[in-house]
């Protein structure tokens, strides 16, 4: 098809859809039926599991898995963006991450203790998909969007990635519920892997066709250019040292992401193992709700923060929604019953899809004139990864040491602290600079 015009509707449309096809995994498999799931594979007074030749308290297994998982991301972002930018062709690279994510949902249906190693390879092959076609779709958004249009349609994208995620979730939960014992209950859940993986590449096609698929350069791969993206990394780096309102806004990224997105990825852990549920079915019903409800308020978050960051500016509003996120966090220490989970995940639902969408538009927005969106965006995503890399060995080693996750919150509170201080000195006007 013929490339259609940066701004359209159409175009605009086609980009915000792939949210809607991959967050399914991040609401199903990341935040709340694969981790019931992966609770519910323990004894309630056992919960260790050996693997890699060592003995794990389980939820800190899931975490350092995890977090090895950003840490491949990480390294493997730059080479391949490198890549993409050099050949012209990144939406290749966004469907190879995506086909392999959604092949790692479909191989979760055989997750079992006994098949422990095989069993996390497909989980690390789901997270890794999903993250490593981000780093491609997010580095689209200043292609197909005027800086006017950005903060708009990357608020669409994570709304209608809450809408699909729910309609798919709710779909799973009935299948969940339907059964009476606890072992068909999970066959349930093995089913609800595989509908992930069909409708994350399903509805993926739409945006694909859509998708211009770059400007071809008409250069081959070759070993001397494997590397390439370290070296535009670099490249950005000088470039950041000379943009002071873009490197301190990466510094307070980094810092408040990090507490971001490993309470995303340890949440519903959290509410299995520190919460009263009173019994299973209880606890199963419990946190799913709870999720629904997170995602439910995350888009009318989302488009309240887009109107707000419109009225206020960008870092004021990121200053407001990190203040509640670190009252949330000291907040969260305390709780112990079914009615302040639900509190909590109400809250977190407004600030959690908000931050997400304005983050990703602010740094968009604050790039210099280019054309080399990817590398940027790769410097973007490095560091988002990295900083999870963080979060979630701190929050990991803090759980197998103490033996509570609870233990590990209190960290949290102090990285968006950091990440407040961090926001205020990021100049608001380019006249500032």
Same mark, same amino acid.
């Given at each position: 098809?013929?490339?259609? %015009?940066?701004?359209?509707?159409?175009?605009?449309?086609?980009?915000?859809?792939?949210?809607?096809?991959?967050?399914?995994?991040?609401?199903?498999?990341?935040?709340?039926?694969?981790?019931?799931?992966?609770?519910?594979?323990?004894?309630?007074?056992? %919960?260790?599991?050996?693997?890699?030749? $060592?003995?794990?308290?389980?939820?800190? /297994?899931?975490?350092?898995?995890?977090?090895?998982?950003f840490l491949v991301v990480a390294v493997l972002?730059? &080479?391949?963006?490198? =890549?993409?930018?050099? !050949?012209?062709?990144?939406?290749?690279?966004?469907?190879?991450?995506?086909? !392999?994510?959604?092949?790692?949902?479909?191989?979760?249906?055989? @997750?079992?203790?006994?098949?422990?190693?095989?069993?996390?390879?497909?989980?690390?092959?789901?997270?890794?998909?999903?993250?490593?076609?981000?780093?491609?779709?997010?580095?689209?958004?200043?292609?197909?969007?005027? +800086?006017?249009?950005?903060?708009?349609?990357?608020?669409?994208?994570?709304?209608?990635?809450?809408?699909?995620?729910?309609?798919?979730?709710?779909?799973?939960?009935?299948?969940?519920?339907?059964? +009476?014992?606890?072992?068909?209950?999970?066959?349930?859940?093995?089913?609800?892997?595989?509908?992930?993986? =069909?409708?994350?590449? /399903?509805?993926?096609?739409?945006?694909?066709?859509? /998708?211009?698929?770059?400007?071809?350069?008409?250069?081959?791969?070759?070993?001397?250019?494997?590397?390439?993206?370290?070296? +535009?990394?670099?490249?950005?780096?000088?470039?950041?040292?000379?943009?002071?309102?873009?490197?301190?806004?990466?510094?307070?990224?980094? !810092?408040?992401?990090?507490?971001?997105?490993?309470?995303?990825?340890?949440?519903?852990?959290?509410?299995?193992?520190?919460?009263?549920?009173?019994?299973?079915?209880? %606890?199963?019903?419990?946190?799913?709700?709870?999720?629904?409800?997170?995602?439910?308020?995350?888009?009318?978050?989302?488009?309240?923060?887009?109107?707000?960051?419109?009225?206020?500016?960008?870092?004021?509003?990121?200053?407001?929604?990190?203040?509640?996120?670190?009252?949330?966090?000291?907040?969260?220490?305390?709780?112990?019953?079914?009615?302040?989970?639900?509190?909590?995940?109400?809250?977190?639902?407004?600030?959690?899809?908000?931050?997400?969408?304005?983050?990703?538009?602010? $740094?968009?927005?604050?790039?210099? +004139?280019?054309?080399?969106?990817?590398?940027? @965006?790769?410097?973007?995503?490095?560091?988002?990864?990295?900083? &999870? !890399? =963080?979060?979630?060995?701190?929050?990991?080693?803090?759980?197998? =040491?103490?033996?509570?996750?609870?233990?590990?919150?209190?960290?949290?509170?102090?990285?968006?602290?950091?990440?407040?201080?961090?926001?205020?000195?990021?100049?608001?006007l380019k006249t500032e600079l």
């Amino acid at each position: 098809m013929s490339e259609i %015009k940066k701004g359209s509707k159409k175009l605009l449309n086609a980009w915000a859809f792939y949210d809607w096809a991959n967050s399914v995994y991040t609401l199903t498999i990341a935040s709340s039926i694969f981790p019931i799931f992966y609770s519910a594979l323990f004894l309630s007074e056992i %919960k260790k599991v050996t693997a890699f030749g $060592y003995e794990f308290k389980s939820t800190a /297994l899931i975490t350092f898995v995890t977090a090895f998982t950003f840490l491949v991301v990480a390294v493997l972002s730059p &080479i391949l963006s490198g =890549i993409a930018d050099y !050949v012209g062709n990144k939406k290749t690279f966004m469907k190879f991450f995506c086909y !392999v994510g959604s092949a790692g949902c479909i191989g979760l249906y055989w @997750f079992s203790l006994e098949r422990i190693h095989l069993s996390l390879l497909f989980y690390f092959m789901g997270l890794i998909g999903y993250w490593g076609s981000l780093v491609f779709y997010n580095s689209y958004l200043p292609d197909i969007a005027f +800086e006017e249009q950005q903060d708009k349609v990357s608020a669409k994208g994570f709304s209608l990635g809450y809408v699909g995620s729910v309609l798919l979730l709710i779909a799973n939960l009935a299948m969940v519920m339907s059964q +009476e014992n606890g072992v068909d209950k999970l066959q349930m859940m093995r089913y609800s892997f595989i509908t992930v993986g =069909i409708w994350w590449a /399903l509805f993926s096609q739409y945006t694909f066709y859509v /998708l211009p698929k770059g400007v071809s350069k008409g250069h081959r791969v070759t070993r001397s250019i494997l590397f390439n993206g370290f070296r +535009e990394l670099k490249g950005v780096w000088k470039q950041l040292k000379q943009d002071l309102r873009l490197k301190r806004y990466l510094y307070a990224f980094f !810092v408040f992401s990090m507490a971001v997105q490993t309470i995303m990825l340890v949440a519903v852990y959290f509410g299995e193992e520190e919460i009263a549920w009173g019994n299973d079915e209880a %606890k199963t019903t419990g946190l799913i709700v709870s999720i629904l409800v997170i995602q439910i308020l995350a888009v009318f978050g989302a488009f309240l923060t887009s109107r707000a960051s419109a009225k206020f500016g960008n870092i004021s509003t990121l200053i407001v929604i990190n203040f509640i996120w670190m009252s949330l966090c000291f907040y969260g220490f305390f709780i112990e019953t079914p009615t302040q989970f639900y509190i909590t995940a109400s809250l977190v639902g407004f600030v959690m899809g908000g931050i997400q969408s304005l983050a990703r538009s602010t $740094y968009s927005k604050f790039l210099p +004139e280019t054309t080399d969106t990817t590398s940027y @965006f790769s410097f973007y995503d490095v560091a988002e990864k990295i900083g &999870i !890399v =963080i979060g979630m060995l701190i929050y990991g080693f803090i759980d197998q =040491i103490t033996g509570s996750m609870r233990n590990s919150i209190l960290f949290l509170f102090v990285f968006f602290l950091i990440g407040i201080v961090l926001l205020f000195r990021v100049p608001r006007l380019k006249t500032e600079l």
